[in-house]
């Protein structure tokens, strides 16, 4: 039994971090093994939450636990999002440094979750340098958004052209695929566009912008899409079905006029997307 080693925050009211990976990844077919960061009451859309980072020797313990039923040798992939502490960093430096001694072909995906448009930054201090300086460097597939671009690129990122360079500059430090998300879309106004990018081409894909702000859908992109990605190693396939499908939830959640991401109630478009939308090759 193979399955996904997935590192990244818990709440318990709520779709964000493994609390929206983990069935994500489950209801596409993966088995997962989930790790968690930080155990909160809600993610901080209700409000402060209550709760607290996972003490840094509980994780390696968990990990070391894992290592010695035999887990790293089983494991395709490592995903990482949100870590809480700039600590928790180096744990999962160790993780996928370990899980690759005992799989050298094992999938590192980073979420190199740092803050977004509108907010800034609201990790720790610390955070985003590690993950730029110690964690992207490691990874496979990397899945920032627009500010997390620019940041990790140390660039402006403005435009299409902006973006498709900065994500070369990514590359050039050890990814294969950089995937950004909430870029303005180059074609309409009313529209959001994720890009694709490795160095046998680029891609992007277009879909509507819907008007609402729904916590959790990027730690589910990130999820579903190491999930496409480790089925056929296509970024353009992987970029296809993952905007299809994370569109989708996202509409039925607007629709609902939920507050809350519909994971389960809409769990129909993780596999089966009510639109389908195609990535158009750049390059």
């Known amino acids: 039994m193979e399955g996904i080693l997935s590192i990244q925050s818990h709440v318990v009211f709520g779709h964000v971090g493994n609390s929206a990976a983990v069935f994500a990844l489950q209801r596409s077919g993966f088995e997962v093994w989930p790790v968690m960061t930080v155990l909160f009451s809600n993610h901080t859309g209700y409000g402060p939450p209550r709760g607290r980072a996972v003490p840094v020797d509980w994780l390696r313990e968990i990990l070391h636990g894992l ?12 995903l990482s999002g949100y870590l809480g502490d ?36 609201f990790v720790r201090a610390g955070i985003p340098e590690l993950l730029r300086d110690r964690l992207v460097p490691l990874a496979t597939l990397v899945k920032p958004n627009r500010f997390e671009l620019s940041f990790l690129a140390g660039m402006e990122v403005r435009s299409l ?21 909430s870029l303005a879309s180059p074609e309409r106004d009313d529209a959001l566009a994720v890009l694709a990018d490795t160095a046998l081409g680029s891609w992007i894909v277009v879909t509507p912008r819907l008007p609402c702000a729904l916590n959790g859908t990027g730690d589910l992109f990130a999820a579903l899409l190491l999930g496409n990605w480790l089925v056929e190693r296509d970024p353009e396939r992987a970029l296809s079905r993952t905007a299809s499908a994370v569109f989708g939830l996202v509409e039925a959640t607007f629709r609902a006029r939920s507050r809350e991401l519909l994971l389960i109630a809409a769990q129909r478009e993780l596999v089966e997307p009510t639109h389908r939308f195609t990535a158009r090759r750049l390059r």
């Open 161 to 181: 052209e902006d973006a498709l360079e900065a994500a070369a500059r990514i590359r050039a430090r050890g990814p294969e695929l950089v995937v950004v998300t």
């Open 67 to 78: 290592e010695e039923r035999g887990v790293f040798g089983r494991t395709r992939a490592v």
């Open 86 to 121: 700039p600590a928790t960093a180096e744990v999962v430096i160790e993780a996928v440094e370990r899980v690759r001694r005992h799989r050298p072909d094992a999938v590192y995906a980073c979420d190199p979750v740092i803050g977004d448009d509108g907010r800034g930054v």
